[in-house]
């Protein structure tokens, strides 16, 4: 294939590449807006708390407006033969390509520290969990975690058993955080939204047998491979369109003939 043909190519792959991207922005962007807007409705359906519907809207709100603002420039600049907007894509890609390496790095190396960290945190929570509602963000993001990993406290149950209430008061009967217990079905068959705060302790079988700890390890270990594939496929997608928008920026002439005319 021939110079202009090669780099006509890489123009096109570029510029629909990039179009999907910037399509895919719109729709995360749009979703995240509409369950930031909508949560009530999200949280009677999924039973998830408000908390995590917002933070998975600002999460998918934010993924989608940098996806939108790549897309935009690597369509534009491939098309238009903007050198300034190829280099800007290719900046902004680098960066988020050396963050991820830079985070990935943090976390294997720290690892033991974050999870001491973790479990801290987690502890502390326990510790002033609210006896009664309504509780805060961070205790509500708690009660989502246990029951989306089927998990009580941090290493188990017992975590519970010298809970103290933001009043420093300490319970007599034996209490868990409501979200211990596993939600009963209704008549649809849709889970059972469980109250904030503590319950008495029901039956054994009634509360989930492991803690958080272990549900971590195990969510990690059963989707470890999942993690892996999606982490490297990304990273392979970030470096083939470093490669190629860099390729762009150092062939493209200011006399070169438009190959894309007739877009």
Partial sequence: MNPKGCLGCAKCFLFFLNLFFFALGTLLLAFGLWVLFDRQSFAAVLGSPLVSLRVWSYGFSGVGIVTMLLGFLGCLGALKEVKVMLLLYFGILLLLFAAQITVGVIVYTQRV?????????????????????????????????????????????????????????????????????????????????????????????????????????DWLAANLITIVGVCVGIGLGELALLMLSMFLVRNLDPHYEKLLRGF
Avoid at 116 to 141: M, N, R
Avoid at 162 to 177: F, K, M, Q
Avoid at 184 to 203: D, F, I, K, M, Q
């Fill in 113 to 217: 520290a974050l999870a001491t960290k973790v479990a801290t945190y987690a502890q502390q929570l326990i510790q002033e969990y609210p006896a009664q509602g309504p509780p805060g963000d961070p205790h509500e993001s708690w009660d989502a975690v246990q029951q989306q990993l089927g998990c009580c406290g941090w290493n188990g149950r017992q975590d519970w058993d010298h809970h103290e209430g933001p009043s420093g008061d300490t319970d007599g009967a034996e209490t868990v955080a409501c979200s211990c217990l596993q939600a009963p079905n209704s008549t649809h068959g849709t889970p059972g939204v469980l109250p904030h705060g503590r319950c008495p302790v029901a039956a054994p079988s009634d509360i989930f047998p492991k803690g958080c700890a272990a549900g971590v390890r």
